[in-house]
């Protein structure tokens, strides 16, 4: 029910905006997050943003990476910048509404020269 878009391959430095588009039924203010998942490891959150937008980031991307969200246009973005090669991976949107977890199908970032 989340959509994620905008993964790719990109060089060292540069930049990637990824989108989530969720249904009315599954967007929510509560709170949305960005995850991402390198082979081998465990899903780690990126960024979330929650009632009132406030804004949470792993300290790995601090500086580098902004959350955002529409709400009238139920999308949450990710823009990424200053990417590194270890910001390689699979990136997921959540959203906690109703007591419940909702999660992406995932987008591939790659970033290598």
């Known amino acids: 029910q989340l959509q994620a878009s905008g993964g790719g391959l990109v060089q060292p430095g540069g930049s990637l905006r990824l989108s989530c588009a969720a249904p009315?039924?599954?967007?929510?203010?509560?709170?949305m997050g960005w995850y991402r998942q390198a082979p081998g490891m465990e899903r780690e959150l990126v960024a979330s943003?929650?009632?009132?937008?406030?804004?949470n980031y792993a300290d790995s991307v601090k500086g580098r990476f902004t959350i955002s969200r529409d709400i009238r246009g139920k999308t949450l973005t990710l823009q990424m910048n200053s990417l590194k090669p270890e910001d390689t991976a699979v990136y997921y949107c959540?959203?906690?509404?109703?007591?419940?977890?909702?999660w992406g199908q995932g987008t591939l970032v790659t970033v290598s020269s």
């Open positions: 959540n959203s906690a509404k109703g007591g419940r977890s909702y």
């Open positions: 943003i929650v009632g009132g937008g406030y804004t």
């Open positions: 009315g039924s599954v967007f929510s203010t509560y709170y």
